[in-house]
T-cell receptor, first 116, second 114 residues
Framework: AQTVTQSQPEMSVQEAETVTLSCTYD???????LFWYKQPPSRQMILVIR??????QNATENRFSVNFQKAAKSFSLKISDSQLGDTAMYFC?????????????FGQGTTLQVKP | EAQVTQNPRYLITVTGKKLTVTCSQN?????MSWYRQDPGLGLRQIYY???????DKGDVPEGYKVSRKEKRNFPLILESPSPNQTSLYFC?????????????FGQGTRLTVV
């Protein structure tokens, strides 16, 4: 069974600094998808970034980028130039490709506070 | 506006009193699912549906029921709620099974069972 682990329950960073959130996962599959979701205090689930396992190039979305290490089964999220609006809980998630159940497997979450 | 609408957003109920949390999407998505979010556990899938009249259990289905009689609606039913079902619930939809590039989540329902 696939599992996702986020070992940092809470983190903080100063505004404009860079922070990295860690995520590791366990699977015997070769093809899958990985995601980072943001959950601000409003509780809305917002997709931040997505990575297909067959792509070696790390995904980037503006200030957000990932470090995908397939052999190490690691998928960290780097937030550059942190902003107060980045304060939220962040979830790492894993999904098998189409043809499976479509289930997202989430990590425990990391609460990030950006300090002014 | 494309959206997934859950109701109610907050609910306090008593043990054993049947309740339904509604979920509706306006994007003609085939795939819908329910998750519960608990501290330290992240989100876990309760049930999912790949299309009308096709539903299946997720990882934590005990104590829950669902139905998919129409494509747009996917209600979550708690026949006899218990305190361990106190949680934050999310409905999600995507165009088809396994396609989360366009996944939409509802606003969440905070349920407290006393």
């Amino acid at each position: 069974a696939q599992t996702v682990t986020q070992s940092q329950p809470e983190m903080s960073v100063q505004e404009a600094e860079t922070v990295t959130l860690s995520c590791t996962y366990d699977t015997s599959e070769n093809n899958y998808y990985l995601f980072w979701y943001k959950q601000p205090p409003s509780r809305q689930m917002i997709l931040v970034i997505r990575q297909e396992a067959y792509k070696q190039q790390n995904a980037t979305e503006n200030r957000f980028s990932v470090n995908f290490q397939k052999a190490a089964k690691s998928f960290s999220l780097k937030i550059s130039d942190s902003q107060l609006g980045d304060t939220a809980m962040y979830f790492c998630a894993f999904m098998m490709p189409p043809g499976n159940t479509g289930k997202l497997i989430f990590g425990q979450g990391t609460t990030l506070q950006v300090k002014p | 506006e494309a959206q997934v609408t859950q109701n109610p957003r907050y609910l306090i109920t008593v043990t054993g009193k049947k309740l339904t949390v509604t979920c509706s999407q306006n994007m003609n998505h085939e795939y819908m699912s329910w998750y519960r979010q608990d501290p330290g556990l992240g989100l876990r899938q309760i049930y999912y549906s790949m299309n009308v009249e096709v539903t299946d259990k997720g990882d934590v289905p005990e104590g829950y029921k669902v139905s998919r009689k129409e494509k747009r609606n996917f209600p979550l039913i708690l026949e006899s709620p218990s305190p361990n079902q106190t949680s934050l619930y999310f409905c999600a939809s995507s165009p088809r099974q396994g396609d989360y590039t366009e996944a939409f989540f509802g606003q969440g329902t905070r349920l407290t069972v006393v």
